[in-house]
């Protein structure tokens, strides 16, 4: 059996090219790594010159590296297409070590394209980001995932749904992300049950977020274009009062440049923008804590 034999598609991809129906895509394997297959164009040279580039950056302190999926280097494989074999990224697979992620993965910027880019491609990242959020808000949502329960399983709208969310849209949908109910049915109101956990918190993600924006704040190296965020948590961590399930980390990098000295103001905006939005979040009167959703009043009973 070959390595490739021992490979699959990520079961909890949520944006992005998918490895299914003879298409190019990411794989995993049972070590806990991401293959992330690169580019045919210039894209894919970036993104993997800016992997090596960063991870030994001396100047790059630690408590922001843990932001960064763990870069273990390229890799020839068998590409998930059929085409042969194709350069891939070996990346840290951040949902290995899970049994029921939620995952939400967000783009930050106004603008998800650098000056130096073709002009058909700016016209199309910017009709992209003037029919999306992204204009508006400094922030899209590209792809989600909010597991309800073994019954329910996850609730994943599909990328055309996805794609027309208004800003209200956004209110709604970051409220539904740590909820209890949120596949029970689009009518319920989001309980928010573990928005204290997973929000808020001394290490919840909007926590990790303001360190984060802290850092962006002040660093001047690079200009995160078209990257995004990760939201991650596991609800039975959750359940159990734990917040150690949470956690956010950057990807997609290949239209990362050099700061040149200046502030990337683009991407720091649009962390602003959704710090501001979950920060509503808690904020909200109905904004409960877990002891009072139902699946914590049963596992306190089981016990």
Known sequence: MTKRDTM???PHQVAGHQARDGKLGPLIDAAGHFYKPLQGDERGTKEGAFYTAFSS??????HIRKFFPIFH??????????SGLHPHLVLQDLVSSRLSPSIM???IGSRT???QSPEDYINKCLRKDRETTSLSLGFRISGLQVYGSKESGYWKPDKKMIKRFSAEDVRLVLRKFVSSNASAG???DPDCCFASIVYGGSNGILAQLLELKAWFEEQTIYHFYSCSVLLIYDEELVLEGRSCGVEIKLIDFAHVVEGNGVIDHNFLGGLCSLIKFLSEVLEAPKCCTTKACPQVEEKNLDK
């Open 105 to 107: 993965d967000i783009k």
């Open 73 to 82: 280097g390229t890799q020839l494989l068998e590409a998930s297409d059929g």
């Open 57 to 62: 950056n001396k100047s790059i302190p630690d």
């Open 113 to 115: 394209w650098p000056l």
């Open 8 to 10: 699959k598609a990520p």
């Open 186 to 188: 689009s009518g319920l």
